[in-house]
């Protein structure tokens, strides 16, 4: 096997060690001392994935005679498996971001007089769970969309994981398979 192509396994092999490092960090994870690392694990898995793609194209350029092609394709998705638990698991460490029903639980009213402004405070609205049970239905999906799904704050991501922390029951076996990505939001 030619160098440049051993060279090349063995940085593919580092990017698969930092992953294993992400998962120690998960295991071992404590928000009072490791909270504000999760960020910065998350811009470092993201950058070992651009770089991880990369290595296997060059991979796959590089590998005329066809050798490798079961590695490669092996590798990648056993990579790509691991990415999206280990982010998926990343992003549930950070605080979600406001939903538009907790920006500040305030609507603002101007009351006239020099322009002053006040607030009244809302309660919190809780987003509702749904078992799968059919006369629940129509008020889960209408706050949940209301919520959450027409939100352009939140990721696709971030939407899917509240959906599935609303999901109770049979309702929540029906997409339990599913990993935590952009693309299976929509098919949940």
Do not use: C
């Given at each position: 096997?030619?160098g440049?192509?051993?060279?090349?396994?063995r940085?593919r092999d580092?990017i698969?060690a930092?992953?294993?490092?992400h998962?120690?960090?998960?295991?071992?994870y404590?928000p009072?001392?490791?909270?504000?690392?999760?960020?910065s694990?998350?811009?470092?898995?993201?950058?070992?994935?651009?770089e991880?793609n990369e290595?296997?194209e060059?991979?796959s350029e590089?590998?005329?005679k066809g050798e490798?092609?079961d590695?490669?394709?092996?590798?990648?998705?056993?990579?790509e498996?691991?990415y999206?638990e280990i982010r998926?698991?990343?992003l549930?460490?950070?605080e979600?971001?406001?939903s538009?029903?907790?920006?500040?639980?305030?609507?603002?009213?101007?009351?006239g007089?020099?322009?002053?402004?006040?607030?009244?405070?809302?309660?919190?609205?809780?987003l509702?769970?749904?078992?799968g049970d059919?006369?629940g239905?129509?008020?889960?999906k209408?706050?949940?969309?209301?919520?959450?799904?027409?939100?352009n704050?939140?990721?696709?991501?971030?939407?899917f994981?509240?959906?599935?922390?609303?999901?109770?029951?049979?309702?929540?076996?029906l997409?339990?398979s599913?990993t935590?990505?952009?693309?299976?939001?929509?098919i949940a």
């Amino acid at each position: 096997m030619a160098g440049k192509i051993k060279d090349k396994l063995r940085k593919r092999d580092r990017i698969f060690a930092a992953l294993d490092r992400h998962v120690v960090f998960l295991e071992e994870y404590n928000p009072e001392t490791k909270k504000g690392q999760v960020q910065s694990r998350l811009d470092k898995l993201e950058a070992s994935w651009e770089e991880f793609n990369e290595l296997q194209e060059d991979l796959s350029e590089e590998d005329t005679k066809g050798e490798l092609e079961d590695d490669i394709t092996k590798a990648y998705a056993d990579f790509e498996e691991r990415y999206y638990e280990i982010r998926a698991s990343l992003l549930g460490k950070l605080e979600p971001p406001p939903s538009p029903a907790n920006l500040d639980n305030t609507i603002g009213r101007n009351n006239g007089a020099l322009g002053a402004h006040t607030a009244v405070r809302l309660p919190q609205i809780s987003l509702p769970e749904f078992n799968g049970d059919f006369e629940g239905w129509l008020s889960f999906k209408s706050t949940f969309v209301s919520l959450i799904h027409d939100s352009n704050e939140l990721s696709d991501v971030q939407k899917f994981h509240y959906l599935k922390s609303a999901l109770k029951g049979e309702a929540a076996k029906l997409i339990e398979s599913l990993t935590i990505t952009n693309g299976n939001y929509m098919i949940a």
